[in-house]
């Protein structure tokens, strides 16, 4: 009764279609996306945790999954994905204090969250290889 | 003895607008350094045998950074998809259903994360 109300009389922000799509309003959507990978990919790290604190027998089993091809893609996308929703959280703290609002600026936040986030990616994983040797 | 309008009609806001929004932007600033420092500790542990793992994590710097960084990012990520939901679920019924599985389901991670840390560093 008041469901059917509310909806009919609040209003909706324009719907995105009558906008040229540019690449702040794709980071947008990117900065979204990636905190939903990294909500579930949370599920990863307590499986982690967890293996770890029962068994070794346990613990050797997710880091044989992660170990396979498919386990190194999922943990290399959760590594970008955090990156990138670092990258766009700092942006975002930048925007709050009014700052970094202009045209160029906000072209300029979202080429460095790409670029950054791929280089810290991939810098990050090399570190890992060179560790393991 | 009035009701105002705005609960009459069931309209108006909920009053914690501002309270989620500077509780987002803290934990945005918390997670930096912490997630930071995790993926360090991550990345060194990579590879390592159990006994290894268990002993770095069982330290108590590491374990309270560990449960430092699972509590910022946990509230921040509670927040972020209560967000996400009530911008794109606009049916009362499973809005309502969503935002108490988004509760459960971090409180669930947060737990069992923290009970094993916990449960390596007292070595139980």
New interface residues.
């Given amino acids: 009764m008041?469901?059917a109300?509310?909806?009919s009389?609040?209003p909706l922000s324009p719907h995105l279609s009558v906008y040229r799509l540019s690449l702040v309003m794709v980071m947008s959507g990117a900065h979204?996306i990636s905190?939903?990978v990294?909500?579930f990919g949370?599920?990863l790290?307590?499986w982690w945790?967890?293996a770890?604190?029962t068994s070794?027998r346990d613990?050797?089993f997710i880091?044989g999954l992660f170990d396979t091809w498919i386990g190194r893609l999922v943990l290399f996308g959760f590594t970008w994905a955090?990156f990138h929703h670092?990258l766009g959280?700092?942006r975002?703290?930048i925007w709050?204090t009014g700052r970094g609002l202009g045209k160029y600026e906000r072209e300029l936040f979202a080429r460095l969250t790409i670029i950054g986030s791929i280089s810290l990616t991939v810098v990050?994983w090399l570190?890992?290889i060179m560790?393991?040797g | 003895m009035r009701s105002s309008l705005r609960n009459v009609?069931?309209?108006g806001s909920a009053r914690s607008g501002t309270e989620h929004f500077w509780i987002l932007?803290l934990t945005?600033?918390a997670?930096?350094p912490l997630?930071a420092a995790v993926?360090v500790i991550l990345?060194?542990l990579?590879?390592r045998?159990?006994?290894a793992?268990?002993a770095t994590?069982g330290q108590p710097t590491v374990a309270i950074l560990?449960l430092a960084m699972l509590w910022s990012?946990?509230v921040h990520?509670r927040l972020?998809?209560q967000v996400?939901i009530e911008d794109y679920v606009?049916?009362?019924g499973r809005k309502v259903v969503l935002l108490m599985a988004n509760t459960f389901f971090s409180i669930a991670?947060g737990l069992?994360?923290a009970?094993?840390?916990f449960?390596?560093s007292f070595g139980l």
């Fill in positions: 008041a469901d109300k509310m909806r009389e609040r979204r905190g939903a990294l909500y949370m599920l790290l307590v945790l967890v770890a604190s070794p613990f050797d880091n955090l670092l959280g700092i975002h703290l709050d990050v570190i890992g560790l393991r | 009609r069931g309209l932007r945005t600033v997670n930096i997630v993926v990345v060194a990579s590879g045998p159990h006994a793992v268990v994590l560990m990012v946990i990520m972020g998809m996400i606009h049916s009362e991670i069992a994360s009970f094993a840390v449960r390596i």
